[in-house]
């Protein structure tokens, strides 16, 4: 049997978005079909909104976002004024965020995994992520413990 380090070894790393000029890819995807069409006609919306000083941005966030390494950019849409307000699920912010805030890592993975080999290790499996189950559950009794104290 595999041992947690043998699947806990290589870290998610956040998108630097900076890093990165996707105007142009973005701008090429208006020439094509589908999704890629569609992601255009997005990007052309919000550049629209950004704009205009009376429209306000509305950023909802659900899913595994933060785990899949898209924290750096939620945070330069913030610190870059492109976002007024933010809703967001519970588990972005919490065992998402906060875990990562306690010092926590999200791991590379795979779908592909015995998932009663992952319960026996404690590796809780987020699709092809893993995260170490005890840490998670220090992550949950810190909020407990922040939240009983309010």
Known sequence: ?????????????????????VVPLVDAMGDMAFSARTLN?????????????????????????????LKKVVYDLVMNNMVDAIVSTGAVIVDQDFFEALGYKHYKGTQFVDDNEMRDLMIDRIYDTFIDEEELRVCDDTMALITESL
């Open 41 to 69: 006609r997005a990007a052309n919306i919000f550049d629209m909104m950004i704009k205009d000083d009376k429209c306000g941005v509305i950023l909802t966030l659900a899913g595994s976002l933060f785990s899949a390494g």
């Open 1 to 21: 049997m595999n041992k947690k380090s043998d699947y806990l070894k290589e870290t998610i790393k956040h998108i630097d978005i900076k890093e990165h000029n």
